[in-house]
């Protein structure tokens, strides 16, 4: 990133529109909350918003895999959007649903490894 993208924004530009189109991908439901994510992450931005990128990167790379292993979204983010978004975001009440995400990932990912093993 050079200067002049740091000054306009056009990199953060580049990145959202990227995001859009990988979350165009999604099933239905999936579009749905990954809009309530993004409405629940902003109150956790900075000034430009950058800090978010990696943040949101992840929670759609979160939901594309999801989704692509056939799981509901209400198997991957519960009922509790907001609490889920406040865990990738480190704020107050991250630590319980932060853990239990954690878990979950952590068995997401032994299943393929045992897929790919077996």
């Not at 918003?49 to 979160?62: E, F, K, S």
Request: charged residues 30%; aromatic residues 8%; glycine residues 12%.
């Amino acid at each position: 990133m050079n200067f002049w993208e740091t000054v306009t924004g056009s990199d953060l530009t580049r990145e959202s529109k990227a995001f859009e189109t990988r979350a165009e991908a999604l099933p239905a439901d999936y579009r749905a909350a990954w809009e309530e994510i993004k409405g629940h992450l902003s109150p956790h931005s900075d000034f430009t918003g950058r800090n978010l990128m990696p943040i949101l990167d992840g929670a759609l790379g979160l939901l594309e895999e999801t989704a692509f292993d056939g799981q509901s979204v209400h198997e991957v983010l519960g009922d509790d959007i907001e609490g889920f978004c406040a865990a990738l975001a480190g704020g107050e009440r991250g630590r319980g649903h932060r853990d239990r995400w954690r878990r979950q990932v952590n068995r997401n990912v032994a299943r393929k490894l045992n897929k790919l093993g077996g």
